[in-house]
C-alpha cells in the first residue's frame, strides 16, 4: 500500500507561480501529476521515474512546469510558472508500481486525495 499526500496549491493570477509537494509513503516506480477540471477527463500533466530522473511533461505545460524529487524522503514536486486560468484545477499525484503509459490514469493504483489549483485572469 502506498500512500500519497499532495500540498502546496491555492489561488493565483495568471502568470503567477505555485509549487505542490506530493510525499509518498514508500518509493515507488513513478510518480506523476494529473489535474481535473471540472467537466473534463483527468489528464496527465508529468511523471517522473524516481530511480533515473526521467521525466515528462505533457506539451500543454512544457517550459512552465518542472518536476522534481528528493527521493531521501520520497517526495515529489511540481513547480508551476507562468501560470495561464487553463491550467485551474484540482490536481492529484499518483504512483505507479508496473508497466504503462505515464499519461493514462489507468496505468496507476495509488493516488492521493488532490489539491486545488486556481488561476485567476
Known amino acids: 500500500q502506498v500512500q500519497l499526500v499532495e500540498s502546496g496549491g491555492g489561488s493565483v493570477q495568471a502568470g503567477g507561480s505555485l509549487r505542490l509537494s506530493c510525499a509518498a509513503s514508500?518509493?515507488?516506480?513513478?510518480i506523476a501529476w494529473f489535474r481535473q477540471a471540472p467537466g473534463k477527463e483527468r489528464e496527465g500533466v508529468t511523471a517522473?521515474?524516481?530511480?533515473?530522473?526521467?521525466?515528462y511533461y505533457d506539451g500543454s505545460v512544457k517550459g512552465r512546469f518542472t518536476i522534481s524529487q528528493n527521493n531521501a524522503n520520497n517526495t515529489v514536486y511540481l513547480q508551476m510558472d507562468s501560470l495561464k486560468p487553463e491550467d485551474t484545477a484540482m490536481y492529484y499525484c499518483a504512483a505507479q508500481v508496473g508497466v504503462g503509459s505515464w499519461y493514462l490514469p489507468g496505468t496507476y493504483r495509488y493516488w492521493g486525495q488532490g489539491t486545488q489549483v486556481t488561476v485567476s485572469s
Open positions: 514508500v518509493s515507488t516506480y513513478r
Open positions: 517522473i521515474i524516481t530511480r533515473s530522473g526521467t521525466t
